[in-house]
Nanobody
Framework: VQLQAYGGGLVRPGGSLRLSCAAS??????YGWFRQAPGKEREFVAR????????AYADSVKGRFTISRDNAKNTAYLQMNSLTPEDTAVYHC???????????????????WGQGTQVTVSS
């Protein structure tokens, strides 16, 4: 079982990036994205239910980021628009099955993690 995240990079403020998280070996009930900036705690960004497609976002990214999934490819995506320097972080994709141990926005609920991908927003 493996989650592979990719798509990070350097982008100017106001720009866009699309992250991908490809799962192999099995499917999961929920996919999430978290991020961690230097010196800060890992924080929830977005999540999506694989079957229903229901989504949720952190307040800081609402209206700018969109999480989606392609079940045929067993892949989740994070489209990030209107990026700001405050979005600079290592982004991690994660997956879990229901029932969740904690809340759906809590990193501890996700038992499977991909490697991080660096997103840097700078002029």
């Amino acid at each position: 079982v493996q989650l592979q995240a990719y798509g990070g990079g350097l982008v100017r403020p106001g720009g866009s990036l699309r992250l991908s998280c490809a799962a192999s070996g099995r499917t999961f009930s929920i996919y999430g994205w978290f991020r961690q900036a230097p010196g800060k705690e890992r924080e929830f960004v977005a999540r999506i239910n694989r079957i229903s497609g229901r989504t949720a976002y952190a307040d800081s990214v609402k209206g700018r980021f969109t999480i989606s999934r392609d079940n045929a490819k067993n892949t989740a995506y994070l489209q990030m628009n209107s990026l700001t320097p405050e979005d600079t972080a290592v982004y991690h994709c994660a997956a879990a099955d229901y029932p969740l141990r904690y809340g759906p926005d809590v990193a501890g609920s996700f038992g499977f993690w991909g490697q991080g991908t660096q997103v840097t927003v700078s002029s």
